[in-house]
């Protein structure tokens, strides 16, 4: 299969062929007879046929609560039988921990745990033979070629499988610096542009119907308005994907009907970043400790990293180390393959970026930028070397430092899932570092073993008090620079108070962007 012309592909079948012709080369500069060595291959079963589309389900899940269901419907929307799993609890974990090996890192427990609980209760609750799961789900799910543990999940799904009765349950994987492995040319999950148009589509609604809750609910003047709107919100969207139809028109009404929502856009919130590794950070579960809704419950407002950055980084990532392989002497074909790579990376991103801010703009999400690739990697490149991949790489050193920087919150909370080795050296080594050079950070790493919440609330609630004392310093300083009171604070309309959707960004709180935006004219 020629994979040159798709930017998220790797040309296994090239790489194979060429480490061969370099093997047999050397043989013979060294005058020795090319070794047969039968390696060791995980077997993984992953063959999965047009022919059994069908009847055959593809469990899947680990983002958002909001864009498992939204992916789940756009997949149905274009002919597959997708079903997102339930976000992982600590009875997962447990599962994980049991049929797992020692030592994963604890996203790996809870998700590998989560397949598996699934699957026993199939088989224990729903009466389903084993045969009959194995033969008709599948699993699909992220994966890379490391540096970290990521690299070795697929491994640990087989042997979690194997070990709790379903040897032979297939798994296919998304490589996220690579293509997909998936068994012969008959595809059962065809990754056409249709099927990416599809997921990507169900991500970047899902981040901006998720961001305008996080937004909006802490703000909100009767509790638990903004959820029963934005539910209503997503079965709009649901509808549209489920018919593979145009979601802008949805994207629209989910505007109205959040209009209407009364705010008051002058409560004094400290706005908390949550940074960290991906899953742990996204997760909206136990495998965090529901830490956004903690937060949220301790009075803050959450600014929560929206999985289309994790795609700009990818994109980044390969653009990063294709201009550095320009910079090799290398044939003029090679050299012209890497030009019009790039030339394509560089389309993906602006159609990432400019389906987002469409989608964004619809939805009424106001003056929200996703992160500037470039600036985040100059950022923080003197302390972390761009060319470090694994969790994060450079982003999460890119966001505290941006935090301080550009004033975007009271505190950054990085979660540290218990294992995780990137994790561990950036929140622990390489944040210290940050912290002594910008004395302003409020940062705290909290780590996620999934029995440690206790100890978590109350160190969150430590760094909050910190932040919710810069929140009220930010509203003062603009009272004062602005020259109003609070008594002409309260005295504002509810028009007033609600202020469209958000106000325009010129410092962390919110609050006092909402006076920057009424009286400062
Ligand atoms: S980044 Fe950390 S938690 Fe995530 S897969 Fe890698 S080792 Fe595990």
Same mark, same amino acid.
């Given at each position: ?173 998304? /490589?996220?610096?690579?293509?997909? +492995? @998936?068994?012969?040319? *008959? !595809? ?5 542009? $249709?099927?990416? &148009? ?119 990532? /390969?653009?990063?180390?294709?201009? +550095? @392989?320009?910079?090799? *002497? !290398? ?5 012209? $393959?890497?030009? &019009? ?119 969150? /609630? ?10 009220? !310093? ?5 009272? $004062? ?41």
């Amino acid at each position: 299969m020629d994979n040159s012309n798709n930017v998220f592909q790797v040309d296994f079948d090239a790489v194979e062929k060429e480490v061969h012709f370099y093997e047999k080369q050397q043989a013979e500069i060294l005058n020795i007879e090319p070794a047969v060595q039968e390696h060791w291959v995980d077997k993984n079963p992953n063959a999965f046929h047009t022919s059994q589309r069908d009847t055959t389900t593809v469990l899947f899940g680990g983002l958002t609560l909001m864009q498992d269901v939204f992916i789940q419907a756009a997949c149905t929307g274009i002919g597959y039988k997708f079903q997102a799993l339930e976000c992982p609890d600590n009875e997962a974990m447990q599962v994980g921990k049991e049929f797992g090996n020692r030592g994963q890192c604890n996203p790996t427990y809870f998700t590998v745990g989560n397949l598996v609980k699934y699957l026993i209760y199939l088989r224990d609750v729903k009466g389903l033979s084993t045969k009959e799961i194995i033969a008709s789900y599948i699993f699909t799910t992220a994966g890379a070629c490391g540096p970290c543990r990521f690299g070795l999940y697929v491994t640990e799904y087989r042997k979690a499988l194997r070990d709790a009765g379903f040897e032979g349950f297939r798994v296919l994987l998304f /490589q996220s610096a690579g293509g997909v +492995q @998936q068994g012969g040319k *008959d !595809l059962g999950l065809d990754f056409n542009p $249709k099927f990416f &148009k599809a997921m990507f589509k169900a991500i970047i609604v899902g981040d901006v119907i998720n961001l305008l809750g996080y937004r909006m609910r802490p703000y909100e003047k009767t509790e638990g308005e903004v959820n029963r709107v934005l539910e209503s919100c997503k079965q709009l969207i649901v509808e549209k994907l489920e018919k593979n139809k145009n979601v802008m028109p949805a994207l629209r009404d989910v505007k109205k009907k959040l209009s209407l929502v009364e705010l008051d856009r002058f409560k004094v919130k400290p706005k908390v970043s949550v940074i960290g590794e991906f899953w742990a950070m996204t997760t909206e579960g136990d495998g965090n400790y529901h830490l956004q809704k903690f937060l949220e419950q301790e009075g803050a407002e959450v600014d929560i990293q929206p999985v289309t950055n994790w795609t700009l980084y990818m994109i980044w990532a /390969q653009q990063y180390d294709s201009r +550095q @392989q320009l910079k090799l *002497d !290398l044939p003029w074909m090679e050299k012209l $393959k890497l030009r &019009k790579k790039l030339v394509l990376l560089k389309l993906a991103d602006v159609v990432m970026q400019s389906w987002f801010n469409r989608y964004a703009k619809a939805a009424g999400l106001n003056d929200y930028h996703l992160a500037d690739m470039e600036l985040l990697a100059e950022d923080s490149h003197a302390y972390y070397a761009n060319e470090l991949r694994g969790g994060e790489g450079h982003m999460e050193v890119g966001k505290l430092i941006q935090s301080v920087k550009y004033q975007k919150s009271h505190l950054v909370v990085s979660v540290k899932p218990f294992g995780c080795m990137p994790s561990s050296g950036v929140s622990d080594g390489v944040q210290s570092l940050v912290t002594g050079q910008y004395p302003d950070a409020n940062f705290l790493a909290i780590e996620t073993s999934g029995d440690g919440a206790v100890n978590v609330y109350s160190r969150l /609630q430590m760094a909050l008090f910190k932040a919710r004392k810069k929140a009220q !310093l930010d509203m003062d300083n603009v009272l $004062k620079k602005v020259g109003v009171s609070s008594e002409d604070i309260m005295e504002s309309t509810q028009a007033e108070k609600n202020l469209s959707i958000y106000p325009q960004h010129r410092c962390a709180l919110t609050a006092a962007n909402a006076v920057y935006q009424l009286f400062d004219k």
